[in-house]
Every structure is written in C-alpha cells, then in structure tokens.
C-alpha cells in the first residue's frame, strides 16, 4: 500500500507540477512539435523544420480566439473542458458503426498538443481527459486560448498563429483580419490535408459559415463573462 501511494503522489507531482508552471511561463514546444522532428528522422522524404513563434495575447488579433472558438468549440466559455452532448453524440455514432465526429473540446486539444500523442486510443483519451481536467482547474479560460492559439498546427510544420499569420498572410497576429483569422480556423481539424495557401472551394465556405457564428457570438458579448473572455 505504501508504494502504490509513494507511486500515486509522484504520478500527480510529475503531472500537475509542469501544468502548474505553464499557466505563467510560454511552452517553447509541444509534444506534436517534437512529435513532428522525430517522424522527419525515419522519413527522408518529409522536412523534419518546424515553424514556430509565441506570440502573447495583447498582440493576436481579438478575432482570433473568437474564430477558433466559433469553429470548434461554441460551448467553450460554459464547460469544465468536456461537451457531454458533443460527447453522447459521438459515442452514438461509433456503436452505430458510421464515422463518428471529432467531441474534443479546445481544453482537450491544448491537452493533446502539449503533452500526448495523436491516436483514437481509450487509453490515450483517457490521459487527455486527466490533462484537461488540470489545465481547466489551473488556468485562466483566456490563458487556454492564448495557449491553443500558440501551439495549434495550420498546416505542416507550421505550428502556432505567430508562424501561419506570418507565412500566409504575410503580416503579424495581431492585425490578422476578421475573414482571414476563419480561413485560418477552417484547418484546424485537419491541417495537414488542407492548406492556406491553396484554399479549396470547401475552405471558403467553411469560413463564411465561421464568419456568422462568429457575429452570433459578437452579440453574446452584452454578458459581462463573454465580454471579458473576448474583448480587450
């Protein structure tokens, strides 16, 4: 009994200690990031370059996070890092046997990017949602997004809105336009298929649809939390 508690406390040290620390310090890295410098090694063909810079929140532009937000996680300012309905859903779908929708909050994929691995693993979830749960009770909702924002992939090796802004719009995060920060969202769920520099007819309207979400979500501001969340 006493080495599974000696080896229970030294599990919650080793996890909660670097996501204690990552509330006020900027990860130079992820998981994914290292993840993607390591595939490069045993695969000749594919650059093993990441393209990676942090930019802080005071200078991403405010349509930013309210993109991301409106594209993949609407409920996001309302849960504690799990949609249970986006859940139940999803879970409806697998025993059904037809491809089942992607459930992952935000919370979940700064959990994923920072410290884990891709898979569809139960295991691998199940790590995720251990993750989650620290990242919710120990950061800010706004350092969440700050830290999405940042370590997010937009396409091949290029992680974080610091590099995409850069490389395809040529401009810093900061004065990133409203229609340019929902193209950027669009790759979110798969930034290695789609591509900013080539937007395909999809893409496109993808980011309209982004856009009026993003206007629904503009009026939601009048509540004092959303307001405070999104707006500088």
Known sequence: MK?????FIA???????????LRWIDPPTSA???QHKMSSLFNKSSSGAVHHRWEDWRRI?????LAVV?????KFPHHWGFDRESIAEAWQERRKGVRYRGASTITQQVAKNLFLWNG?????????????????LLWSKQRILEVYLNVAEFGKGVYGIGAASRRYFYKPPRRLRRYECALLATVLPNPKRMRLDQPSDYMIQRALSILEEMSRLDRL???????KLYAR
Not at 120 to 136: C, M, N, P, Q, T
């Open 3 to 7: 080495w599974v508690v000696g080896i």
């Open 70 to 74: 409106a594209a993949e996680d609407q």
């Open 11 to 21: 599990l919650l040290i080793l996890t909660v200690s670097p996501v204690l620390v």
């Open 221 to 227: 501001q009048r509540r004092p939390y959303l307001y």
């Open 61 to 65: 532009s405010p349509h930013a996070p």
């Open 120 to 136: 569809k693993s139960f295991f691998r979830k199940g790590i995720e949602a251990y993750f989650a749960v620290l990242i919710e």
């Open 32 to 34: 994914f990031m290292l």
